[in-house]
């Protein structure tokens, strides 16, 4: 299921369920996959691999450690892990975790699958990785550089009356859109009203909204939890 408006889109679950599926985002968006994973699984993990494209992890809950570039660096709820194009990754999970993952367009062969060394050739490099640790990752990214397509991304915890966990909230407060924002939801329920649309969103729904969009998101129950993305702004970028 998708509605869809000029400034926005929400896609159901039943809607997002592939991971190179760029006809299902808008061209103004500059992802291309924005996808929650629940129910990870102690001892899951991928294999050294890269990329067509950059690829963003929002490791939401679980322990363990990532390998970018032969450099490991320790998962920890929050941490986020940006690997641009060419960059050699691979994740080890130790106990049960959540992702949410961001794809962009790919480039040069456009191949949409893991690639390796020994079958696709040796990776080209683009930029450094990024990866900020959990307890880190609580506003905008530092030093992003100019390929990231982010400015942040990080959890939201959401509680009634915003009593809870020291950062939750009851509400997201209405506001016009600076740059392209989007909302990937974990658990529990959101009502988002964007441009005067009202939309309820449940787990693993996603809402793409751009530059210029008003949105307003409150918490329909006593919890949830959401993954929200920022997108870079650019001079380019234009409501």
Excluded at 34 to 57: K, M, N, S
Excluded at 122 to 130: D, G, H, K, R, S
Excluded at 217 to 227: E, P
Aim: aromatic share 8%; net charge negative; hydrophobic share 35%.
């Amino acid at each position: 299921m998708q509605v869809s408006g000029t400034r926005f889109r929400v896609v159901s679950r039943n809607g997002n369920t592939g991971y190179w599926e760029p006809d299902a985002f808008p061209p103004w968006a500059r992802l291309r996959c924005l996808r929650t994973f629940p129910g990870g699984q102690p001892g899951e993990g991928v294999e050294p691999h890269y990329h067509d494209a950059d690829e963003i992890w929002l490791f939401e809950g679980g322990h363990g450690e990532v390998w970018v570039d032969e450099v490991m660096h320790p998962i920890t709820p929050n941490t986020l892990v940006y690997t641009p194009m060419g960059s050699m990754h691979r994740f080890q999970m130790f106990s049960h975790h959540e992702v949410t993952a961001c794809v962009t367009s790919l480039e040069r062969e456009r191949r949409p699958l893991h690639l390796y060394p020994d079958e696709h050739g040796a990776p080209l490099p683009t930029v450094p990785p990024i990866v900020v640790a959990g307890v880190d990752n609580n506003g905008p990214l530092r030093a992003a550089g100019d390929r990231c397509p982010l400015h942040e991304m990080r959890s939201i915890s959401f509680a009634a009356g915003g009593i809870g966990d020291a950062d939750s909230v009851d509400h997201v407060a209405r506001q016009t859109l600076d740059g392209n924002e989007h909302w990937a939801v974990f658990e529990g329920v959101l009502d988002l009203e964007v441009d005067g649309c009202q939309v309820r969103l449940e787990a693993e729904d996603i809402a793409l909204m751009r530059a210029g969009a008003e949105r307003e998101i409150r918490l329909v129950g006593d919890r949830a939890r959401a993954t929200l993305v920022r997108e870079r702004k650019d001079e380019t970028d234009s409501p």
